[in-house]
Each structure stands twice: as structure tokens, then as C-alpha cells.
């Protein structure tokens, strides 16, 4: 079955970075995108970005544009999301999922199971 | 920057009909925004609903639907459930930018 497993939970200082992967299996890795999305504690979800099949071809929230960074590893099936310059108010749970995208349909299906990053000092 | 605007909550009875819309702050949702909806419980993932304005996934209870209407888009829960007590989240995608953008949430209670 699909399956997009997470790493584990990060803790940073603020002006760190984080890199956060997400392993998928059960499914044909390079015919669908991957997005990011996140959920501050309290808050609504936040879309971040998203990599094309090849991994070509990326697309970021305009407010996250100069921090985050989308990549994927055909190889091992698992798509990264990199977040700089890190600040209290991206401590949030950070989910990756996947989109079924051809001429006429747009499917988001899949999730991960969430990874909690704690931006503190 | 597209704003994409939900009811912030909305209250139904168990058995009810309750519609949720999502809209755009650049007017008129279509088609093309390919609305995607979908359903949030404390502490879980969110949980894909409704795809393309209204097409189901395969575990997409009966009940729940998507449309367009009156210019936004719309889920529609029938026959309410106690279980379908959640916060719901559209998704709508802005072509031109190849970017998402979702709404700000609906937080429903069955009451």
C-alpha cells in the first residue's frame, strides 16, 4: 500500500536549518508530485511547495521562497524539504503528501504522518 | 498573493445538511482552481476528501460531495454524522503561478 514515512521530530536554534525527508513506497515515485505543506500549533495548514515527477521543477509559496528548498532522490524514493534562516514562528508540524496531476485532474490522496519541528533558544 | 477565504466555523445537527465554500480573492472559483477538500481531526493528518471540485476517493464517504457554487467552490455533508465533527481545508491551485493556496479552515461542530 502507499506509504510516505516521515523523519523524526528536529529541534533548532533560530538562523538554523532543517531538512526534513519523506520516504515513499507503494506507489510509482516519479509519476506524481510531492508537495509540503505545514501547521503551526493552533493554525490552519500552510502550503510550502512542491516538486514535479523528474524533480525538475519546483514551485514555492511566495513568502518562502528565498528559505525553502524542495529535492528528491529517485533512488531512494524519498523527497526532502530544507527550510533556512529558521525563526520561532516556523515551529510547526510539517507534512509531505503526494498529487496525481495529468490534463483534467488534480488529486492530492496521501500524506505523511507529520514531523514536529521546534524552532526555539 | 491569492487569499482563499472559508467560514471560520459552522454548526449542524446530527442528520442535517450543511455546505461549506471556499473563495477566491481573484473571484470567480472554477474548474481550473481544481478544488481539493479535505478533512482534519486533532492531532491527525489531514484526510483527503473531494479532488477536482468533486470527484471522490475511494473511502470518500457517500455523504460528503463538491460542487461549484454561487462562484466558490462547496462541500456539501448530508446525513451529518457525529464523526464528521473536524476542521475542513480547501485547496485551490492558481495556474499561473503553479501555486496551491488553502483556506483558512471551517471548523465544524455537530451539536
Known amino acids: 500500500q502507499v506509504q510516505l514515512v516521515q523523519s523524526g521530530a528536529e529541534v533548532r536554534e533560530p538562523g538554523a536549518s532543517v531538512k526534513v525527508s519523506c520516504k515513499a513506497s507503494?506507489?510509482?515515485?516519479?509519476?506524481?508530485?510531492m508537495h509540503w505543506v505545514r501547521q503551526a500549533p493552533g493554525q490552519g495548514l500552510e502550503w510550502m511547495g512542491r516538486i514535479g515527477p523528474s524533480g525538475e521543477d519546483t514551485a514555492y509559496a511566495q513568502k518562502l521562497l528565498d528559505r525553502v528548498t524542495i529535492t528528491r532522490d529517485i533512488s531512494t524514493s524519498t523527497v526532502y524539504m530544507e527550510l533556512g534562516s529558521l525563526r520561532s514562528e516556523d515551529t510547526a508540524v510539517y507534512y509531505c503528501?503526494?498529487?496525481?496531476?495529468?490534463?483534467?485532474?488534480?488529486?492530492?490522496?496521501?500524506w505523511g504522518q507529520g514531523t514536529l519541528v521546534t524552532v526555539s533558544s | 498573493q491569492t487569499v482563499v477565504t472559508q467560514e471560520p466555523s459552522l454548526t449542524v445537527s446530527p442528520g442535517g445538511t450543511v455546505t461549506l465554500t471556499c473563495a477566491s480573492s481573484t473571484g470567480t472559483v472554477t474548474s481550473g482552481y481544481s478544488p481539493n477538500w479535505f478533512q482534519q481531526k486533532p492531532g491527525q493528518a489531514p484526510r483527503a476528501l473531494i479532488y477536482?471540485?468533486?470527484h471522490k476517493h475511494s473511502w470518500t464517504p457517500a455523504r460528503f460531495s463538491g460542487s461549484l457554487l454561487g462562484g466558490k467552490a462547496a462541500l456539501t455533508l448530508s446525513s451529518v454524522q457525529p464523526e464528521d465533527e473536524a476542521e475542513y481545508y480547501c485547496?485551490?491551485?492558481?495556474?499561473?503561478?503553479?501555486?496551491?493556496?488553502f483556506g483558512g479552515g471551517t471548523k465544524l461542530t455537530v451539536l
Open positions: 503528501g503526494r498529487e496525481w496531476a495529468d490534463s483534467s485532474i488534480r488529486s492530492f490522496d496521501d
Open positions: 477536482s471540485t468533486n
Open positions: 507503494g506507489f510509482s515515485f516519479t509519476s506524481f508530485f
Open positions: 485547496l485551490l491551485y492558481c495556474g499561473a503561478v503553479q501555486h496551491w493556496v
